[in-house]
């Protein structure tokens, strides 16, 4: 697995509070101290992960969401940025969630050259169905 140096540990979280420091809630201002803390747990394997918080949303339907811990989605992209080289092969073309040089406006253009192709150039009627899988996380 990659090594979790601190070097790395600071990227990640520039990628996670790309505005730095002041964007953390308060009780993470020892910010510094808790990286280094955190590099040393993953180097000497003694790593474990937090409990989420838990929160009701009400929009666009009511349900709970679970929100990792700060540290624990620092650790989920070290493990991400350590397997992705690995799966991403497999991945279809047509997927574009959480893919390097890939995401919403990528699928988005490349639908519509799809409903290009379809109607001809809006020529001709095409059909698009929608789907969205229900159910997938709890909603009340």
């Not at 397997?83 to 092969?89: A, F, P």
Request: glycine share 4%.
């Amino acid at each position: 697995m990659m090594h979790a140096s601190i070097s790395v540990i600071l990227k990640i979280t520039r990628v996670l509070h790309p505005k730095g420091i002041s964007s953390l809630r308060s009780g993470q201002l020892d910010y510094d101290v808790k990286l280094i803390e955190l590099a040393e747990q993953i180097y000497h394997r003694t790593y474990q992960p937090k409990p989420s918080v838990v929160f009701m949303v009400n929009k666009p339907v009511k349900r709970e969401i679970f929100a990792a811990d700060f540290s624990d989605r620092v650790v989920h992209h070290l493990i991400y940025w350590a397997i992705y080289g690995d799966i991403e092969k497999t991945f279809i073309h047509d997927s574009y969630s959480c893919r390097q040089n890939k995401g919403s406006l990528y699928g988005i253009k490349r639908a519509t050259k799809f409903i290009r192709q379809a109607t001809n150039n809006y020529q001709k009627q095409a059909f698009i169905l929608k789907l969205d899988i229900q159910r997938v996380f709890y909603a009340y």
